[in-house]
């Protein structure tokens, strides 16, 4: 018996070929993503590295994604190599222009590097969101659509903007404490379909019968 749909799956619903499990179209290794974490894109779901700009294996940055997130058309994660050299005079990337001025390479130490990007689990980001290099988005975080992440989101906060702010937490501190302890993400297939209920509930006393 199948619990769910099946992970390994590119489209996991046929009839909606708009949405894809984007671990099963990356080809880059640096970039990790969990499983039935998808991207929604009518416009090829399945190019979603195209959304992943600047990523050159030289700088050694990685995008990191959970479990069981739902990212919309149009986002865009820029990463460590849309960053030039600060502590000189230009800002200006001669090196990449060719014609001679190689010679003007920068060292990794000249560049801001700000390190891996991660995405926690259960994250929803909203259509046309611009995620910066090295931010940390937290477990069940929701990023509003438009927005630019320029700063780390705590878990299961409401942010949105540019710059991003917070807007509000989900819950309050015992319920976040629980769902962080919980790791529902975490579970196998057939348990989280035995708690499909408790976890698409308002009813968050639901909750304290998971652990």
Known sequence: MRYGPDPNSIFPNEEIRSLCYIKNVITRPNIIVGDYTYYDDDGGAENFEE?????????????????????????????NGANHRMNSASTYPFNIMGGGWESATPSLADLPIKGDTVVGNDVWIGQNVTVLPGVHIGDGAIIGANSVVSKDVAPYTVACGNPIRPIRRRFDDETVELLLAIKWWDWPAEKITANLKALCSADLSLLKKLR
Not at 65 to 77: D, H, P, T
């Open 51 to 79: 959304h992943v700009t600047h990523h050159y294996e030289f700088i050694g940055d990685r995008l990191i994604i959970g479990r069981f997130c739902a990212i919309g058309k149009g986002v865009e994660f820029v990463m």
